[in-house]
DNA sequence: CAGTTGACGGCCC
DNA sequence: GGGGCCGCCAACT
């Protein structure tokens, strides 16, 4: 399993996480990041609908429903959505990279 | 092994 | 802010 598919997981309620972010932890690109989500098997054990661009646009989601679906899931979490667009504010960055590792028995 | 294809990002205009 | 361009990398022909 690939180590931006985990980070996902640590992701706090209500907070979503950019491509940009992931590349950056993962040591990769935006697009492989953008392949890892689209190729992701499992959108139910991994949160893969809390991912979105760097400008807030929500790009894509493969799980069932489609954007809406991950839009609607955005919306339980009590992320502002306008114009499809998830507020910068709701941005999260990982900090602390080698706790998340530790808490994570796959790493 | 050599293209092709994206759920992207940065830069420029 | 938005469109055009190019670099990027993993998956799939």
Redesign the pocket.
Known sequence: M?KALLLLSTIPCGKVV???EL?RVCE?????????????ID?IRYP??K?V???GKL?????AGGLSRKKQLLTLERIIIKNGRVDPAHFYTFKNISGIISSSPEF
């Open positions: 690939h950019t491509y940009q590349a990769t690109s935006p697009r492989a990041i953008g392949q890892i989500m689209a190729h992701n959108p893969c609908y991912v661009a760097s400008s790009c894509g989601y493969s799980g």
